[in-house]
């Protein structure tokens, strides 16, 4: 995806204006992607914005996760070696964007560290980050919304401004400020669950929802079996022992290829789908037997029909015979 990483004016036989700009970050519940509103705000006659071109086919496709662009009226200059310049016939400009955070770095303790620049882009002149030309910014704001399932660690500019809390809400405030770094860092409200599980070597990640450990189907069940295996009691007791004296939820996810049962199996099971919801029966059934509350437990069974990988080859089907164990607080 284009990332748009630069800014700049061009002045059109006028004085210099205040300038003013604001990024709005609304993070989405993965914490890797996120809804971005941008807005500069000043009394030029004309305002560019600079593209890195990367692999980009044709000027357009820098906007293809854009879902809003004012004013819709606009020009693109593409004589630069690097950059495609989106050329708006006003001082003012607004966006609303889809995008994948860049930079991002997820962090054994689960802690989410963003940075807004890669630490080694600039443009010609030198600039980076958030930037103006050939004035600073006569006010930037710099705003993060959070979702409910995370919350802030710290948060850091190489430019002085004012930071502001506010419930979910952390903003930025500086005046008279460019080339700004930012750099934020934030963790699921289950993050210490996810370095607890990362350090008993169960493979965890940060769900939409709280953190997920996925189990594959060999680890737990012999083949065409809803039976744990010795083995897979002794995983599951791991998972358990790592989540002691937490009041947390645990949906047992049961998942299968879309390989069609047969014989003994479809007798037995049915369909895919019973298969999954007997493997995560006997999940359930095991937690509770070493001391998980009932009513901490849940079932959902998905058989083929959320795969990870694909089922056109072994390897691929294996990884979509699976345990799921979502954790939410």
Not at 33 to 42: A, K, P
Not at 53 to 59: E, L, S
Not at 277 to 293: K, N, T
């Amino acid at each position: 995806m284009a990332v748009l990483i630069v800014f700049t004016l061009m002045l059109v036989g006028i004085t210099l204006s205040q300038v003013v700009r604001e990024e709005i970050v609304f993070l989405n519940e993965d914490g890797k992607s996120s809804i971005v509103y941008s807005s500069t705000r000043s009394g030029f006659s004309s305002y560019n914005v600079w593209f890195l071109r990367d692999d980009i086919k044709k000027p357009e496709d820098h906007l293809r996760d854009y879902l809003y662009v004012y004013p819709e009226r606009y020009d693109w200059n593409t004589k630069d070696e690097r950059y495609d310049i989106l050329m708006f016939p006003e001082g003012s400009y607004a966006f609303l964007k889809y995008q994948k955070l860049a930079n991002l770095e997820i962090r054994d303790d689960g802690v989410f560290v963003y940075r807004n620049w890669d630490g080694k882009t600039k443009t010609p002149e030198g600039h980076y980050g958030y930037w103006n030309s050939p004035s600073n910014y006569t006010r930037f704001a710099y705003v993060w919304v959070f979702p409910k399932n995370f919350e802030i660690v710290s948060y850091e500019s190489n430019r002085k401004g004012k930071w502001v809390i506010r419930h979910n809400t952390l903003a930025y405030y500086g005046s008279n400020v460019n080339d700004l770094v930012f750099t934020i860092r934030y963790k699921p409200v289950t993050a210490d669950i996810y370095a607890k599980l990362k350090q008993s070597g169960a493979k965890v990640k940060v769900a939409d929802e709280g953190v997920k450990v996925e189990l594959q189907s060999r680890l737990l069940f012999p083949t065409g079996s809803s039976e744990l295996s010795d083995e897979g009691k002794k995983v599951l007791r791991r998972i358990v022992k790592s989540l002691e004296d937490r009041e947390l939820k645990l949906i047992i996810e049961g998942h299968t290829d879309n390989k069609p049962l047969r014989g003994k199996l479809k007798e037995k099971y049915g369909s895919n789908w019973g298969l999954s919801a007997a493997r995560a029966l006997a999940v359930i059934e095991y937690m509770r037997s070493i001391g998980v509350p009932e009513d901490r437990l849940e079932l959902r069974a998905y058989g083929d029909t959320k795969p990870i990988a694909t089922n056109d080859t072994e390897e691929g089907r294996a990884k979509n015979r699976r345990i799921e164990v979502l954790i939410l607080k």
